[in-house]
């Protein structure tokens, strides 16, 4: 028996990968060490995230509780295009990702966590893994976990082709500091998850805690998401940045281009009720196209797959974040006893993957119907976007 420490490289530094880090280091005893492509600071790609019991549980473990990181809601608003709306007691508590970013690098030393780290190369020889990031640092581990996202290099390199693909429509989202915009508008959105829908697209709104992570009123966010329907031809004129820099899957705020955010202002003047008119007006915008990631094989030899580089879920499931968190704690539970140098638990490996892929394929069909329901990605659904051109 081998009682040197396992070493476990994660490539992804987001939630899936702290979350990850952090398990492997307490429920395997392993030494972690995470390598993050961006250089500064993080960018939030999910905003406002629906508190879900995989996270509350995770954040108990480190002595966070899910109260003191998130706003209370207490009901739910359904609103007509004429304003109208209709009501419903819905108690519920609301994060956002850079409030559980923040709360999961804490317990990580820095030593740990390595930015700017662009894994280019990956490969297994006799249960080692060697990469190598783009800035031409090598290093080696017993284990590798990928998460690295929606457009994974680990899945790349692990399975072959398994590029996303999009789903038919756009998220246009906005985050807000309450106090930047209207007092008679915030008072209108808050302690509510408000929605609107009309075929072809979906808009939702609830506050989020501040970018500091203060629950305070007066130093929360507004959070809102505007789904829209959106031929693939019309996504490089949205996805080329005022820079002229085309996105893939993220288009962030100073960068939307001015055409794209008049055509959506445009939209919302014909379409949304008045609260969401007038919040889309006031808010700086950012965009991400919705991707379907179809479930992948997890394991390979010594690597695994989790988070969305192992399989994407619609956002409507509002579960991307505690899937990311569940696939890492129940692997790190999995790898718990395993040595380095000593053959992997291979059938404890196996159960997790056919426990993870049945659970992500089960949220994958829940959140393709809950967007057919509104018409989102649905083809022969109205088109809002090439409408809009159309009548421009
Ligand atoms: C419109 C929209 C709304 C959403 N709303 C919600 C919600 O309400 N609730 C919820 O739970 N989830 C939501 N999600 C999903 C959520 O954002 C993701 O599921 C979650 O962030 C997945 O975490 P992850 O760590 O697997 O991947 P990511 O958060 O995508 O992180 C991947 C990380 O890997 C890094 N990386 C990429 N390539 C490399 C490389 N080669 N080398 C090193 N690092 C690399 C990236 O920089 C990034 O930090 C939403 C998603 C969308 C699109």
């Not at 991307?320 to 539970?333: C, R």
Request: one cysteine or more.
């Amino acid at each position: 028996m081998n009682n040197e420490n396992t070493r476990v490289a994660i490539i992804g530094g987001s939630v899936g990968g702290l979350a990850a880090a952090l398990e492997l280091r307490r429920s395997a005893k392993a030494e972690v060490a995470v390598y993050e492509r961006s250089a500064g600071q993080m960018q939030a790609r999910g905003a406002g995230v629906v508190m879900q019991p995989d996270v509350e549980w995770l954040l108990a473990q480190y002595g966070t509780k899910a109260e003191d990181v998130s706003v209370q809601l207490k009901e739910r608003i359904q609103l007509e295009q004429s304003g109208q709306s209709f009501r419903q007691r819905a108690p519920q508590l609301m994060t956002a990702w850079d409030t559980l970013y923040n709360t999961l690098r804490k317990p990580l030393q820095d030593s740990c966590y390595r930015q700017d780290s662009e894994l280019v190369e990956l490969r297994q020889e006799d249960g080692n893994i060697f990469v190598r990031f783009l800035d031409g640092y090598e290093t080696s581990s017993d284990f590798l976990v990928a998460a690295d996202g929606v457009n994974s290099t680990c899945r790349s390199i692990l399975v072959g082709k398994a590029a996303a693909d999009y789903a038919g429509y756009v998220a246009w989202r906005g985050l807000e500091n309450e106090n930047n915009l209207p007092v008679n508008l915030v008072r209108q959105l808050a302690d509510r998850f408000t929605h609107f829908y009309t075929p072809g697209m979906q808009m939702l709104c609830y506050l989020v805690p501040g970018s500091d992570g203060s629950t305070q009123e007066g130093q929360r966010r507004v959070n809102w998401v505007w789904y829209v329907n959106t031929p693939r031809h019309s996504l490089n004129e949205i996805l080329t940045g005022e820079s002229g820099r085309t996105y893939k899957s993220f288009v962030p705020k100073g960068e939307v281009n001015y055409d794209a955010a008049q055509r959506l202002r445009k939209l919302a003047n014909t379409h949304l009720p008045p609260v969401f008119k007038e919040l889309v007006l006031q808010s700086e915008l950012f965009i991400q196209p919705v991707q379907d990631v179809a479930s992948q094989s997890r394991l390979h030899g010594h690597c695994a797959l989790i988070g969305d580089a192992a399989g994407t879920v619609r956002p409507h499931t509002a579960s991307g974040t505690s899937k990311a968190f569940a696939d890492a704690t129940l692997l790190a539970m999995t790898l718990n006893g395993w040595n380095r140098g000593n053959p992997l638990p291979i059938d404890r490996l196996h159960c997790w993957e056919r426990q993870r892929q049945s659970e992500l394929n089960r949220l994958s069909s829940m959140g393709i119907q809950l967007a057919a329901s509104s018409g989102l990605g649905v083809v022969a659904a109205p088109q809002p976007w090439a409408l809009n051109k159309n009548e421009a």
